[in-house]
């Protein structure tokens, strides 16, 4: 199972008007829908893409089981892998939008510390002003 905003390689295994078919090294089925492939119009996926080629891409959704959707456009609008936010990270693809479940990696941790000192440092200004 891929986590949102993981980068992978993948090759194309069909292409309909629609989108790519895709498999991963695990023979996993993905889908890269049309809008998803390009940040500009394509006419004709055949044109660009090709049986047999292996593409980069966002992971986007996973349903854990055997099917996955990804983006080429969003990893060319967005800059290094998504997991290497520090927080959870909005991000918008077109009319879409994303997020990318960070947090399911690091844990509320760090926004816990920071809660706490933010806490801690409004209190103490309370008191000093009071």
Same mark, same amino acid.
């Given at each position: 199972?891929?986590?949102?905003?993981?980068?992978?390689?993948?090759? @194309?295994?069909? @292409?309909?008007?629609?989108?790519?078919? *895709?498999?991963?090294?695990?023979?996993? +089925?993905?889908?890269?829908?049309?809008?998803?492939?390009?940040?500009?119009?394509?006419?004709?996926?055949? *044109?660009?893409?090709?049986? $047999?080629?292996? *593409?980069?891409?966002?992971?986007?959704?996973?349903?854990?089981?055997? +099917?996955?959707?990804?983006? @080429?456009?969003? /990893?060319?609008?967005?800059?290094?892998?998504?997991?290497?936010?520090?927080? %959870?990270?909005?991000?918008?693809? $077109?009319?879409?939008?994303?997020?990318?479940?960070?947090?399911?990696?690091?844990?509320?941790? %760090? /926004?816990?510390?920071?809660?706490?000192?933010?806490?801690?440092?409004?209190?103490?200004?309370?008191?000093?002003?009071?």
């Amino acid at each position: 199972m891929y986590r949102i905003g993981d980068i992978i390689e993948v090759k @194309i295994i069909g @292409i309909r008007a629609y989108g790519l078919f *895709v498999t991963d090294q695990k023979d996993r +089925k993905g889908l890269i829908h049309v809008s998803e492939c390009d940040d500009g119009f394509i006419k004709s996926l055949q *044109v660009k893409f090709a049986v $047999g080629q292996k *593409v980069k891409a966002i992971v986007m959704e996973d349903d854990g089981d055997k +099917k996955f959707s990804l983006s @080429i456009r969003a /990893l060319k609008e967005t800059k290094g892998n998504l997991k290497d936010y520090p927080h %959870p990270v909005t991000f918008y693809v $077109g009319r879409k939008r994303y997020w990318t479940k960070s947090h399911y990696i690091s844990g509320f941790e %760090p /926004l816990s510390r920071e809660a706490k000192v933010s806490r801690k440092e409004k209190e103490k200004e309370f008191h000093e002003n009071a």
